[in-house]
């Protein structure tokens, strides 16, 4: 008897059809993906290196499936429209045309760094100027920047970190400074433009992606740094849903202390699901009145719905800070 067929997971369907096309069709291919995908489909390459007949057709079945399914093709039209351009108004004229009409890029467009890792990205920037150092970070996913920002000396992180924040237009220069930068390790450079980064939220988000500790440890000189913009950062560090991370008991006593006005108004604003779990953790004659209030109340500004809710985060932190509640779990706690 045969042995039922594996099943494959979707990366591994797409690993086998990367496997029947050519060798150049399959570089194009991954020349569109991004580096993790790049990572997740070379690994899947080799775990289906010995796939059989009957599934490699059942692949394609469902992949011709799908094909047929698809009402629109996505695509990037940049290349198509730059050749067009060019071709019709020669490559002054197109260049003028087109910085006028493509829209703006939110990163330095200094793709390598995707390629990178953490500690390799740490190595390079570690004795470059914090500036350098700031712009390569913010340019950097949250996620991978936070690991990034953790790996460099304890006694630069809150300046990048402020520098960070303070980022805004970056000089076709300073890019260029980047492009060099990686270009003497990788022997690749391109075309460098002016940029616009950073900003107290790409600096709130980078230290999220950090642990804890480190958040911990930057925060207060930072503060001692420049009071705003570390306030700036702390605001942008805990957001509204963040509440919803708190067990029903501490989200429940954070509740009770909240006037029933300022709750109205807060979760006005927001989808079902997280006033759902705010209503839950009240009596259902309070949850009946609040819910009673909210529709007789009918529109309300968005400033004063996120008044509200930064009412209630500052009061969060007040209770947390005195130890009435604790907000967050393990490694994410707010004491």
């Known amino acids: 008897m045969n042995a039922p067929m594996r099943s494959y997971t979707g990366v591994e369907r797409a690993a086998v059809l990367m496997m029947l096309v050519g060798e150049e069709e399959a570089a194009a291919i991954l020349q ?20 059989g007949e009957d599934q490699v057709g059942d692949v394609l079945d ?3 499936g799908r094909a047929r399914d698809r009402n629109s093709i996505g695509f990037d039209p940049k290349p198509i429209i730059e050749n067009v351009m060019n ?10 045309v087109l910085a006028r009409i ?3 890029e939110a990163a330095c467009q200094i793709d390598l760094l995707d390629w990178m890792e953490a500690g390799e990205i740490a190595t390079m920037i570690e004795k470059e100027h914090p500036q350098i150092a700031a712009v390569v970070i913010a340019n950097l996913d949250p996620a991978i920047a ?27 220069e300073a890019v260029e400074t980047l492009r060099t930068m990686l270009a003497n390790r990788t022997g690749h450079a391109g075309k460098s433009a002016g940029v616009t980064l950073g900003g107290t939220r790409e600096a709130a988000k980078i230290l999220s992606g950090a642990r ?5 440890r930057v925060m207060p000189k930072l503060f001692k740094m420049d009071r705003d913009v570390a306030k700036a950062i702390e ?15 501490n989200l429940g006593t954070l509740i009770r202390n909240i ?15 997280i006033r759902s779990r705010f209503l839950g953790c009240m009596s259902a004659r309070a949850a009946d009145g609040i819910r009673d209030e909210m529709e007789a109340r009918g529109p309300m500004k968005l400033s004063e719905v996120l008044e509200a809710q930064k009412i209630i985060i500052q009061q969060a932190r007040a209770l947390a800070k005195d130890g009435t509640i604790m907000m967050g779990a393990g490694d994410d706690d707010y004491v």
């Open 32 to 51: 569109k993906l991004d580096p993790e995908e790049v990572r997740q489909l070379g690994k899947a390459m080799f775990a289906v290196a010995e796939v």
């Open 212 to 216: 804890k500790t480190t958040e911990q």
């Open 87 to 96: 071709r019709a108004l020669g490559q002054e004229k197109a260049d003028s």
């Open 102 to 104: 493509t829209p703006p």
């Open 62 to 64: 469902d992949f011709v």
């Open 146 to 172: 936070g690991q990034v920002l953790e790996l460099l000396p304890e006694t630069i992180q809150p300046d990048i970190l402020h520098r960070v924040a303070r980022l805004g237009p970056i000089t076709p």
């Open 259 to 273: 006037d029933s006005d300022v709750l109205t108004r807060a979760l006005k604003g927001v989808d079902e699901s």
């Open 235 to 249: 605001e942008a560090l805990f957001v509204f849903e963040n509440l919803l991370d708190m067990d029903d008991k």
